[in-house]
């Protein structure tokens, strides 16, 4: 039971991350890249655990849809960044 309540708290986890996004628009190119780097790092970490989990055979369902979840999640907040970061980087050093 312990098990389920670890991943319920990674899903919260993901999903709290997810709500508090930040406003790339107003950020310099070293923090969006910065942020990009975090976001890879936390998806990694993310994974890892749960992989760990399904390693172990705990939950099957309730991982798979964790897994999907985190991929889903900082997949988009990714691409987010990366669209801001483009766009500066082209502004800024293209023109």
């Given at each position: ?49 749960i992989e760990e989990f ?42």
């Amino acid at each position: 039971m312990e098990e389920i309540d670890e991943i319920k708290e990674l899903i919260n986890k993901i999903n709290l991350r997810d709500l508090n996004s930040r406003d790339y628009q107003k950020m310099k190119i070293e923090e969006l890249s910065a942020n990009i780097r975090e976001a890879m790092k936390f998806q990694q970490d993310i994974i890892q655990r749960i992989e760990e989990f399904e390693i172990k055979g705990l939950q099957p369902d309730l991982t798979k849809y964790a897994k999907m979840v985190c991929k889903n999640t900082t997949e988009r907040e990714i691409l987010k960044i990366q669209e801001v970061y483009l766009k500066k980087i082209e502004n800024e050093y293209l023109k």
